[in-house]
């Protein structure tokens, strides 16, 4: 059984930083594509970044690029998404989760495993 937790979350101001972290246990998350997804009240839970199984591909959605990025310490078994110039359009519940899929895929119904969110807020 995999299991994520997911940790770093908090309040910041528009402009500012966070590092998430998620904690990988019962299996290398290198045996996985990696996601980080974000859910906001009221809306579906989308596709933040991701890295693929192998590490050779990365996926950042467009709202985030230049600003997001995605990694991992297999030391650690730790993936990060490390957040920069946050927006107040940021703020939702962000969770980590790891796929069978060989590529990062966008769909969550493909992830095989979550962890239980950790909610970022963004105030303007």
């Given at each position: 059984?995999?299991?994520?937790?997911?940790?770093?979350?908090?309040l910041?101001?528009?402009?500012?930083?966070?590092?998430?972290?998620?904690?990988?246990?019962g299996?290398?998350?290198?045996?996985y594509?990696?996601?980080?997804?974000?859910?906001a009240?009221?809306?579906d839970?989308?596709?933040?970044?991701g890295?693929?199984?192998?590490?050779?591909?990365?996926?950042?959605?467009?709202?985030?690029?230049?600003r997001?990025?995605?990694?991992?310490?297999?030391?650690?078994?730790t993936v990060y998404?490390?957040?920069?110039?946050?927006?107040?359009?940021?703020?939702?519940i962000?969770?980590c989760?790891?796929?069978r899929?060989?590529?990062?895929?966008?769909?969550?119904?493909?992830?095989?495993?979550?962890?239980?969110?950790?909610?970022?807020?963004?105030?303007s």
């Open positions: 059984q995999v299991q994520l937790v997911e940790s770093g979350g908090g910041v101001q528009a402009g500012g930083s966070l590092r998430l972290s998620c904690a990988v246990s299996q290398t998350f290198s045996s594509t990696t996601s980080w997804f974000r859910q009240p009221g809306k839970r989308l596709i933040v970044a890295i693929s199984k192998s590490g050779r591909s990365t996926y950042y959605t467009d709202s985030v690029k230049g997001f990025t995605m990694s991992g310490d297999n030391t650690k078994n998404l490390q957040m920069s110039s946050l927006k107040p359009e940021d703020t939702a962000y969770y989760a790891v796929s899929w060989g590529v990062v895929t966008t769909t969550p119904g493909q992830y095989d495993y979550w962890g239980q969110g950790t909610q970022v807020t963004v105030s």
